[in-house]
């Protein structure tokens, strides 16, 4: 146990590796070693499902009486299109980009996708992206402590997910350390969210490596709809204060901008031996201007910085005697900034391009090791008719990570982290095409295409799709896909060498465990076959399932070495583990999403997911290993539900139930026991500005664990009141 | 057995939507609505001749020629008044059934081209406001046209020459939102 919360210290921080932690404190006595190994690699998770439908909560706005506005008034507000204008079907109209780069309705999606529109995230009450992810069908978000989450599809989930992509307004932010996501540091104002697009299932073709079980891509609002005011704040517990603000103005004729600011104070969570240190304080302003010329022409600048302390208790291994370690309550400092521009031009109905530039510093800084990332990315992507019958959408792009890691503080004679260069340019270097053919007009439609890059881990990597969609009618549409991704190496396994404490922690020569990097590891891929049927019954029902059978091939596995020692100034020994690919897996869900508009005031919402995940590490590995590594597909949860009322009591006053059931994890050792959870907000509008919410979140239990590890977080019951005021 | 209950939870779940699913509450969505108040704006901003309709002392007639998609805003643009006078909707299958009208809106669709063409050619030089919803229809011919634009708000154009043609004055008012176009070269 010492030994988790040493690695945890040691390794990037509660934020990132509980998994590895664990690793890195199991026993040398191997069997058990093995199965603490297992953590980190696939857990499987459950994958819930898009809800279609137009009859998902549509902006407030839609509520107004329309025939009471002016003129004026009524050409700018936004609409939901019910159907193109070119009797398209009217199945789930809404729009999303994620899935071919282009814009599309969900009901022309050959993909298994959800949109959480900006009405749906105020309805949820939620203050963070994670926490409104818990919504979308298909994800299984699982908060790992009160600084960290592990938010998956169809499996693989834990503190280390490394099969998402994840977007905000075009600009990636998963992390070339884990190629993962610090959920902590991913935030945007949520009132000014236009939506967040959730794919599940493999987006490669178009967005590449590490799109692997799904893309969730935040999309913010143009600063032309976040015009005026907006003063936001609250507080409650575990989230004992936040706030924010948005102002949005006009220059000119064609040039909007709004800037914004906010700040949150998180309490600790405590885990078996009381509270674990994980408070943090998070602070990001930022800008966005959108100028539009003319007709064609939209250029967006967008900028944003933040800063955040994050508690930790940290251990870190050191060569004096006669603990070899010292571990302290402490915090680190996480930072980032970018700067993103955007150039889109439409050439005509049919054809446009986008260029895309953007600049991304991020800096985490731990008491023993910095880590700082500046990406630069270029993308160009352009689209049109090659006939009648066939869009092509091709582009490329360029993306240079310098990531640099340094050793820092005391000089305790063994670093926690160290990195083989401690600095590198990892570039990647991309181009895609892919082509939709129209098969029989207006009903069915094949879309071929693959990504190409070249990466400087493992070198050139193809992925190619084929997708096939039939809209036998309107109200219906059927599609069917199979795709090739690759989740390519990161830093933890082509260059990091992460030592924890030594095990046992106390004695006279001491033994550390060590992480060691694998410059020949190969990236992890996967062949998904994804079928799904998408039906409107009627004009407030809508249904949509998908079914996939997913297999993997080279998953890693977190081997055991041998016993050497250590040179240095002191006896040591260092147990080596090393990080192989060396398993193959497959995974097989079924998702389920169901949204009925009973009422022009009520709305219910449904959404079941089932995974089945099996995995088979090499026969000639070390039965710990095997064990270990198989653990995986019991770390995510085999069924989950979802359930959510919304319902508007009157003009003013909203109430929203949501319910969820998560199954056990049987997996982590302890094993994680199924729940059921129940969040309730009641809204009210007081006056045409102001709007006062209470939210009430896990009320069914005091506590709960959602995600094993070393000393699994406790997520409290919890309850939050905020206040909006916009003008 | 863990199972058992998430099992039965998603089960109930859909048959909760599947008796949901036998009730039906015909909505138009938020596009249309936003349509149906333009619609009652073209009322307003566009001068007839005398004696366009019959009755037109009292009322406005707008006709929706096609599978109503409007719903309940259809209703809604029935119960609002323009300078004193009523507006009366009127639903027309095909053109075979058209009756004189202030406004016609011609149903977008696969078969909305036809419909376009039959209205203007049933229609021709009579002070009737033709409301198409497709691409490319204020060129051929009608009067006005509605669009989304990038912006995800509706917008329309409207054709100068044919609301010439049919003897129809449009205020400044609606111009000045408009899109301004003219026919297509190949439109008489």
Redesign the interface.
Known sequence: MSAVSLFRASVLGSTLFTPLLLLLSANPAAAQKAQLLAPVVPSGEVAPQPVPG??QP??K??KED??K?D??K??????????P???APTLS?Q?LTSVGRQETTVGRSPSAVFIVTNEMIRRSGATSIPEVLRMVPGLDVARTNSNSWGVSSRGFNGSLVNKMLVQVDGRVVYNPIFSGVFWNTVDVMLQDVERIEVIRGPGATVWGANAVNGIINIVTK?A??TQGGLITGGGGYPERVSGGFRYGGKIGDDLYYRVYGKGLDMASFSGPAGSLNDGWQHGQVGLRLDWKPGERD?FTFQADTFDQQTGVLGTHPTLIPPAFAFRTAEKENFSGKDVLWRWSH?ID?KSDWRLQIYYDNFALHRTDTKFDINTFDLDFQHQFPLTARQQIIYGFGFRRENVVVQPVGPDTGINAIQSIPPTRDLNIVSAFIQDQITLVK?RLYLTVGSKFEHNTYTGFEYQPTARLLWTPTEKQSVWAAVSRAVRTPSLIEEQLLITGAPIPPVGAIPVFTQLQPNTGFLSETLIAYELGYRVQ?????S?DFAVFANDYGRLEVFLPGKLTPLMAAVPAFIFPINIQNRMAGQTYGAE?A?N?????QWR?Y???TFLDMQLHAEPTLPIGTITSSEAAARQSP????F?QSSWDLTERLELDVMGR?V??LSGFTPTVS?YFELDVRVGWKASKNLELSVLGMNLLSRQHVELGGGSPAQVPRGIYGMMTYRW | MVRAPSWLIGLLALLLLAVGSLRSDAQGTDEYGVKAACLKFFCHYVDWPNNAVPGDDKMYVVGVLGPDPFGDHLDKLGQQTVKGKKIVVRQFKAIEDYKPCHILFIVAGADADGRLTKALATTKKAPVLLVGDMEGFAQRGSVVNFFIDDQSTVKFEINTDAAKRAGLTISSQLLRVARIVKDAKETK
Not at chain 1, 74 to 83: E, G, T
Not at chain 1, 638 to 641: E, G, H, I, K
């Open positions: 137009k009859d549509e902006e706005k839609g329309l025939f506005l003129l004026d009524l050409l700018q507000v936004p609409v939901s299109p019910s159907a204008s070119t009797a109209p729009q143009s032309a709809d939209t439409k109905e207006d019954p009627t004009e407030t029902v249904l389920i169901a009925w508009k009973v009422t022009e219910l449904a959404a079941y085999s069924n989950q539900v359930l059931y199954d056990g199924q």
